[in-house]
Structure formats: structure tokens, C-alpha cells
């Protein structure tokens, strides 16, 4: 059974930092690429972060140079550092992997950047 598992979400002043994890089971994780979505409430789900089997990372604009997507295919994970939170960073993350043959979701978790 293919499962991801979120974790790291929490309550963190603005300025603050957090690390999201989302831990892969049931698949082998090094051939699919990966990524980290979010929803805000009201909002549509947006790209955050992607990272390929080979590292190549992209980012959405209003991330760049605050949030750093990797992986570590030995322990099946795919970490989000986000540094300099904002409040409008606000949203429930998610978690995907997705190669030719499919593309699956982790259940999400919540961030709150709030003062």
C-alpha cells in the first residue's frame, strides 16, 4: 500500500522557521520525483517546491530564497525547510510523488504563521 506521511506542520511566529517531512512507504521512492503543494482557505492548491529523481529543484516566485526543498532517497523522505515565514504562508501542505505511472498525495498538514 502506497502511503505518505506528512509531519512538521505547527504554530510559528512571523520570521519564524519549520520543517515539513513527508516520509514515502510502498513505493520506491528514488524514482519518482516529488513535491510540496499548498492550500490556503478560500484558495486553489498551488505548487510550492518540486525536486526531480535527480535533484533539480524549482520554486514558486513568492518562496524563492525563503523555503528549500531535498530529499534523502535512503530514508524515503522529502523535507520542506521554510525559513522567513510570512503570514500569508499560511495553508495546508501537501505532500506528492508522482512519476509516468502514477501520482499520489500525503494527507497534508496545517502551518499557521501568526503572531
Known amino acids: 500500500q502506497v502511503q505518505l506521511v506528512e509531519s512538521g506542520g505547527g504554530l510559528v511566529q512571523p520570521g519564524g522557521s519549520l520543517r515539513l517531512s513527508c516520509a514515502a512507504s510502498?513505493?520506491?521512492?528514488?524514482?519518482?520525483?516529488a513535491g510540496w503543494y499548498r492550500q490556503a482557505p478560500g484558495k486553489q492548491r498551488e505548487l510550492v517546491a518540486t525536486?526531480?529523481?535527480?535533484?533539480?529543484?524549482n520554486y514558486t516566485g513568492s518562496v524563492k530564497g525563503r523555503f528549500t526543498i531535498s530529499r534523502d532517497n535512503a530514508k524515503n523522505t522529502v523535507y520542506l525547510q521554510m525559513n522567513s515565514l510570512k503570514p500569508e504562508d499560511t495553508a495546508v501542505y501537501y505532500c506528492n510523488v508522482n512519476n509516468i505511472h502514477r501520482s499520489v498525495w500525503g494527507q497534508g498538514t496545517q502551518v499557521i504563521v501568526s503572531s
Open positions: 510502498g513505493i520506491t521512492f528514488s524514482i519518482y520525483a
Open positions: 525536486i526531480t529523481t535527480g535533484g533539480r529543484t
